[in-house]
């Protein structure tokens, strides 16, 4: 069982890692890519401030040499705060390097524990790489990652779940509802909503070792029940319950 997650462009950088990266082929044609790329070239391509530019370039700078952090440690959007595992619990740490990958258009998918540097980079981003752009580059590089027929829990986002071909997994989509009274169905569904739920899913299933999909069904934080005349064996359906 594999549980697939999408990266965040905000970073924390507080907790440093003793290891260093390992860069595939990929990784490294991308990064020559974005150095050889100038101000103005960073500007048009992220859409992005001369304020917002000098954060850019010193990401890119520091790709090579840089200072390096777990990757669960150093991600810090909206989802990856509702996560808040230890990555010293070495029984968190095992199940999170076994089920767990992060879907990043750098480096691949990743482990919860593999170092890192920051980035900025995701597969909109309009870098061309030997003439490919970033989806074609990777290419069906990302299902080597994952064995064919296992089960694949997808909370991740549609830009990075395309990656992978579904026709290859016992694939389970996830959506997260809340009540909401003047909704004809009476529920209410949204960016934030879905951020949420995720990372608390994954919080769930580390905490608890979860290796089945029944088990799963028993996911209730912060209010969730799990519906199921909305789901099936392809779609995990949580409802929020009224307050």
């Not at 705060?81 to 767990?100: G, T």
């Not at 395309?162 to 997994?169: E, F, I, K, S, T």
């Not at 989509?173 to 951020?195: A, R």
């Amino acid at each position: 069982m594999k549980i697939i997650f999408a990266p965040a462009k905000e970073m924390k950088v507080d907790k440093i890692s003793t290891d260093k990266p390992k860069y595939s082929a990929t990784t490294q044609a991308i990064i020559q890519s974005l150095q050889a790329l100038s101000d103005d070239q960073l500007k048009k391509l992220y859409k992005i401030s001369d304020q917002q530019v000098s954060q850019v370039k010193d990401y890119i700078r520091h790709l090579n040499t840089g200072p390096a952090y777990k990757a669960l440690d150093l991600y810090n959007g909206l989802a990856f705060r509702q996560i808040e595992l230890n990555l010293e619990d070495s029984e968190i740490a095992s199940y999170l390097d076994q089920h767990f990958r992060i879907l990043s258009a750098l480096y691949g998918p990743i482990k919860a524990t593999d170092p890192i540097r920051p980035y900025r980079l995701d597969f909109n981003t309009p870098l061309k790489v030997d003439g490919q752009n970033l989806r074609h580059l990777w290419g069906s590089d990302f299902n080597a990652f994952f064995e064919k027929g296992e089960t694949v829990l997808n909370l991740a986002s549609q830009e990075f779940s395309v990656m992978l071909d579904q026709g290859r997994y016992h694939w389970v989509d996830f959506e997260f509802y809340e009540y909401d009274p003047n909704k004809t169905d009476g529920l209410k569904k949204h960016s934030t909503i879905s951020k949420k739920g995720r990372g608390k899913m994954v919080a769930f299933l580390a905490s608890n070792q979860i290796k089945n999909l029944t088990d799963i069904q028993k996911f209730d934080a912060d209010g969730y029940q799990f519906d199921l005349d909305h789901s099936n064996n392809n779609k995990f359906v949580f409802i929020k319950k009224r307050s």
